[in-house]
């Protein structure tokens, strides 16, 4: 789903999201992302409950508050 797919009320909590860097490997430990300014690794919070679940070929897989949404990089 994406973020745009979420409830309203859902996407409004959501902080912004900016995506810098996006580097994706077949090698999941050597992927990383820069989303707001910081670098990140899968599995990390982001923010109070938003968490980086994974990083895919094509952007990102999020979490929050119980809802998963893929955001694209551009």
């Excluded at 909590?13 to 090698?27: C, D, G, K, T």
């Excluded at 992302?33 to 599995?43: C, K, L, R, S």
């Amino acid at each position: 789903m994406a973020l745009d797919e979420l409830p309203p009320p859902i996407q409004r909590e959501i902080p912004e999201i900016s995506i810098a860097f996006h580097a994706y490997s077949s090698n999941p430990k050597e992927r990383r992302v820069m989303i707001n300014g910081d670098m990140a690794e899968q599995g990390e919070q982001l923010a109070p409950g938003l968490n980086l679940e994974q990083i895919t070929p094509d952007g990102v897989i999020l979490a929050y508050k119980g809802f998963r949404f893929h955001q694209g990089v551009r």
